[in-house]
C-alpha cells in the first residue's frame, strides 16, 4: 500500500466522530489539517469538536457504564475475549494503520512496525488480566461474627489525553488495561495526529464485540481536553503531555464537583552514564538511538550525557560518527532511521533552542545544528558537548534530536549528587559491567525506569512512570491495570 492510496481508502469517514456505538456528525462545524510532517502539506481535515460533542461522548460512557451489559452483564472473559478480537483486527489491518501512522507522524516506517507489535502485544497482554480480577478475604480479626472481604471493582469512566508522539501505541497503553478492568473510555488523541485513533475506533466497531459507548473518541484541542477533565460525570483522567499542561490538569481535576483519580505521564530530562569499562562503540550507538529515536521526542529520551573523564576523548568520535551515520529520509522507505519533527511548532522549538545551546548556554557542537533536507520540519541529529549540567539545553526538555553531553565526570557520586537536582524522574541508564556501580546507581536514582546497559527497552509487562514533574500513576504492567480498579470492602454480620 502507498502512502497516498491510504489515504484515498480510508475504511472510516474522517469527518464523523465516533461516539456511543456510532459514527456521528460533530455539533461544532471547526475543523483542523492534520499534516503529514516530511514535507509540511495537509493531508486530510478533520472535526474539532466543542464542548457539545464532548458532553455527548462522556453521557454515552457514562450510561454505558452504569446501564450497558460491558460492565454489568459481561463475565471478565467475555471482555477478554473481546480484547483478544480487536488484537487480531488489528494485526490484519496493521500494514494499512503502520502507513497512515508514518504518513501522520513522520516515523520510520520499520520504528511503525515495532510500535504495532507492541499495540497488538499489548491488547493480548491486557486481555489476560480481563479475568484474573481478584479480591482478599480477610480472616475475622476482632470479631469472629464479621467476615470481611474485598472485590475489585472498575474506577468507571475514564477520560484519556494523550500526546502526538506515539498515537496508537500510547493508546493501547491507555485503552487496552482500562477496558480489561472494565471501564468505559472516552478518548482525545493529540490533535497533530488523530487518524489512527480513528482507524483504531473503526476496528473496535467492526469486533461487534463492544457495546455502544464502552469506547468513544473527541477530536481537537486543549479546549476539548479541558471540558474533558472539568466534566463532572468522569472518575478518573489519564493524561499523558507536558509538564506545563499536566500541572493545569490536576489543578482542574480538583475543582470538579467530585474529585477524582488522576494520572499523569509527564516530561524527563533522562541522564545516561559513560563508566570507564563501558564498550565504546556498542555505548556510542547506544546513547544515538536512546536520544535520537522518534526524532527525539520521547518522553524518557536519553539528552543529559555524562562521560567519564578517563575515556571523554576517545568517546567523543564515536558519538559524532554515530549521530552522523544515522539515515534521514522518506519515512516510509525501509532504510530510514529518523524522521522529521511533528509540526511547525515544535521544528521552531527545536531550532531556538540549539540557538541557545550555541549562544547562551556556550556549548560546543560535536554533529549536526541545523535545519536539513530542505523541506517539511527535518532537523540534523544534534549533538553538544562539554555543557555545563545546569545549561538550559542540559536541564530543559527539548524534545528533539538534541542531546548534551555534559562536561567530563570523576565519580560516579558527583553524578548521582548533581541528579538530585534533575527537576524530572523518568528514567536514566548506565553503561558499565561493574556491580558495584551498577546497583548503587539503580538504588540511588530516584525515576521509574533505569536502563543498564540499554536504554529504551519498554515491555507490557514492565511498569513506566515517573517521580517529581515526570508526573504520578504507572502505565503499563500490572501497575497499571490496577490503577483502573477501586478495593470494596464487604462486611458481613454472619450471625443475622
Ligand atoms: P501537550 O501538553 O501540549 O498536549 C498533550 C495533550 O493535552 C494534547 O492532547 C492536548 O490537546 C491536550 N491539552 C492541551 N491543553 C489542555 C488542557 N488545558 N486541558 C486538557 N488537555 C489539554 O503535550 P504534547 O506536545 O502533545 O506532548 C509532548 C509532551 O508529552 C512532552 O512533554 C513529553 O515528554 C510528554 N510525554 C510523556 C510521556 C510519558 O509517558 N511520561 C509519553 C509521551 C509524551
Known amino acids: 500500500m502507498s502512502a497516498s492510496t491510504i489515504l484515498s481508502r480510508l475504511p472510516f469517514d474522517k469527518n464523523l466522530i465516533y461516539i456511543d456505538g456510532q459514527w456521528t456528525a460533530p455539533q461544532s462545524s471547526q475543523t483542523s489539517h492534520v499534516e503529514n510532517p516530511d514535507v509540511a502539506e495537509a493531508i486530510a481535515t478533520v472535526p474539532e469538536c466543542n464542548a457539545h460533542d464532548l458532553d ?6 457514562h450510561s454505558a457504564f452504569h446501564d450497558g451489559p460491558w460492565v454489568n452483564e459481561y463475565s471478565g472473559a467475555q471482555r477478554r475475549d473481546a480484547l483478544l478480537a480487536l488484537a487480531t483486527a488489528i494485526e490484519e489491518n496493521r500494514s494499512d494503520i503502520e502507513m497512515l501512522e508514518s504518513l501522520n507522524t ?17 491488547f493480548r497482554f491486557f486481555a489476560g488480566y480481563a479475568d484474573k480480577v481478584e479480591g482478599r478475604h480477610i480472616a475475622a480479626q476482632t470479631n469472629r461474627n464479621l467476615e470481611g472481604y474485598t472485590v475489585k ?15 496508537i501505541c500510547l493508546l493501547a497503553w491507555k485503552v487496552a488495561p482500562a477496558l480489561a478492568a472494565g471501564c468505559t473510555v472516552v478518548f482525545k488523541p493529540g490533535p497533530q495526529t488523530p487518524l489512527t485513533t480513528q482507524y483504531f475506533a473503526h476496528l473496535l466497531h467492526k469486533t461487534g464485540k463492544f457495546p ?34 499536566g500541572k493545569q490538569v490536576i489543578r482542574s481535576s480538583a475543582s470538579t464537583k467530585n474529585v477524582r483519580s488522576t494520572s499523569v505521564e509527564l516530561g524527563g530530562k533522562s541522564p545516561g552514564v559513560v ?77 531556538e533552542y540549539i540557538r541557545v545551546g550555541r549562544e547562551e548556554d556556550k556549548a560546543a557542537l560535536l554533529a549536526g545544528g541545523q535545519a536539513t533536507l530542505g523541506r517539511g520540519y527535518w532537523i540534523q541529529p544534534t549533538v553538544f558537548f562539554n555543557v555545563d549540567p545546569a545549561a538550559r539545553i542540559a536541564t530543559e526538555e527539548i524534545f528533539g534530536p538534541v542531546l548534551s553531553v555534559l562536561v567530563p565526570f570523576d565519580s560516579l557520586d558527583e553524578v548521582i549528587e548533581a541528579e ?10 548506565i ?34 512512570g515517573g517521580f517529581r514533574n515526570s508526573g504520578f500513576g504507572r502505565e503499563l504492567g500490572y501497575e497499571s491495570f490496577d490503577g483502573y480498579l477501586a478495593s470494596k470492602a464487604i462486611i458481613d454480620d454472619i450471625t443475622y
Open 420 to 429: 538530585r537536582k534533575n527537576e524530572f524522574g523518568l528514567a536514566a541508564g
Open 153 to 167: 471493582v472498575p474506577v468507571g469512566v475514564v477520560g484519556f489525553i494523550n500526546a502526538f508522539n506515539y498515537p
Open 106 to 122: 513522520g516515523k520510520p516506517i520499520s520504528d511503525v512496525r515495532m510500535e504495532l507489535d507492541d499495540t497488538i502485544d499489548l
Open 275 to 351: 563508566m570507564p569499562d563501558a564498550d565504546l562503540d556498542k555505548t556510542a550507538k547506544l546513547v544515538v538511538s536512546g536520544c535520537m529515536a522518534n526524532a527525539g521526542m520521547n518522553c524518557n529520551a536519553l539528552t543529559r550525557l555524562w562521560v567519564h573523564r578517563a575515556i571523554y576523548d576517545e568517546f567523543m568520535p564515536r558519538l559524532k560518527a554515530a549521530a552522523e551515520s544515522l539515515v534521514l529520509g522518506t519515512p516510509q522507505d525501509d532504510a530510514t532511521q529518523m524522521g522529521p519533527l511533528i509540526d511547525r511548532r515544535q521544528y521552531e522549538r527545536v531550532l
Open 212 to 245: 455502544p459507548g464502552v469506547f468513544n473518541v473527541v477530536l481537537g484541542g486543549a479546549e476539548v481536553g479541558q471540558a474533558l477533565v472539568d466534566h463532572d460525570l468522569i472518575d478518573k483522567i489519564g493524561f499523558t503531555g507536558s509538564v506545563a499542561t
Open 56 to 61: 455527548h461522548a462522556v453521557r454515552a460512557a
Open 431 to 464: 553503561f558499565t559491567r561493574r556491580h558495584q556501580d551498577i546497583a548503587k546507581f539503580t538504588r540511588k536514582m530516584r525515576c521509574g525506569t533505569v536502563w543498564v546497559n540499554n536504554f529504551n527497552a519498554l515491555y507490557s509487562y514492565l511498569p513506566f
